[in-house]
């Protein structure tokens, strides 16, 4: 598949993803992203935002992929029963928060627990080693719950603008090779 026969649905996080952030400027550079917008991006509302990804696939005129980055990926896991059966076709998971930490904002904490039943379609998790919102252990136990395929980033913070990833070239190539493992 390539990213023109598919939407690719950008789920961004907390207080969503900046200008400089590799979610931003992927929807920038790619004419099939469309960013899930929420109604308040300082407030996620654990019912709300999974409600507003689920009607943005069933609005898509094309396969989805869905893009999501740190609380974007909880949001994607409980629209998942939501979602019409075989329109997503796959998703490209990056830094997911662990929402089982005691320490995590009360902001993000009400999207916890982390659900833990397997995606219906194929996944790649990204997970840094350095990740402050979730050990690299955690996230090793997310794929094996979610049926990912896991990629170790290494040392990459919370892989964000922040981190130093604005223009993530090998986040790209992940997820071409995501793409091209997709019918």
Same mark, same amino acid.
């Given at each position: 598949?390539?990213?023109?026969?598919?939407?690719? *649905?950008?789920?961004?996080?907390?207080?969503?993803?900046?200008?400089?952030?590799?979610?931003?400027?992927?929807?920038?550079?790619?004419?099939? !992203?469309?960013?899930?917008?929420?109604?308040?991006?300082?407030?996620?509302?654990?019912?709300?935002?999974?409600?507003?990804?689920?009607?943005?696939?069933? !609005?898509?005129?094309?396969?989805?992929?869905?893009?999501?980055?740190?609380?974007?990926?909880?949001?994607?896991?409980?629209?998942?029963?939501?979602?019409?059966?075989?329109?997503?076709?796959?998703?490209?998971?990056? /830094? $997911?928060?662990?929402?089982? =930490? /005691?320490?995590?904002? $009360?902001?993000? !904490?009400?999207?916890? $627990?982390?659900?833990?039943?397997?995606?219906?379609?194929?996944?790649?998790? =990204?997970?840094?080693?350095?990740?402050?919102?979730?050990?690299?252990?955690? /996230?090793?136990?997310?794929? *094996?719950?979610?049926?990912?395929?896991?990629?170790?980033?290494?040392?990459?913070?919370?892989?964000?603008?922040? !981190?130093?990833?604005?223009?993530?070239?090998?986040?790209?190539?992940?997820? *071409?090779?995501?793409?091209?493992?997709?019918?």
């Amino acid at each position: 598949m390539r990213s023109t026969d598919a939407t690719l *649905l950008i789920v961004p996080g907390w207080q969503g993803s900046g200008p400089d952030h590799w979610q931003s400027r992927w929807e920038r550079s790619l004419s099939s !992203a469309r960013r899930v917008e929420q109604a308040n991006w300082d407030r996620p509302d654990r019912e709300d935002w999974p409600r507003r990804l689920a009607a943005a696939v069933a !609005a898509a005129d094309k396969p989805v992929v869905v893009v999501a980055h740190s609380l974007g990926v909880p949001t994607l896991l409980h629209a998942a029963p939501l979602l019409p059966v075989g329109k997503v076709r796959g998703a490209f998971l990056v /830094a $997911p928060p662990d929402l089982d =930490v /005691a320490e995590l904002d $009360p902001m993000v !904490a009400n999207f916890g $627990p982390m659900p833990t039943a397997p995606l219906p379609f194929p996944s790649v998790l =990204v997970a840094s080693r350095t990740d402050p919102y979730c050990s690299y252990a955690r /996230a090793e136990g997310f794929a *094996l719950d979610w049926g990912s395929a896991l990629v170790d980033a290494g040392d990459a913070g919370h892989i964000n603008a922040d !981190a130093g990833y604005g223009p993530w070239p090998e986040g790209s190539m992940r997820l *071409l090779g995501l793409l091209q493992s997709l019918k």
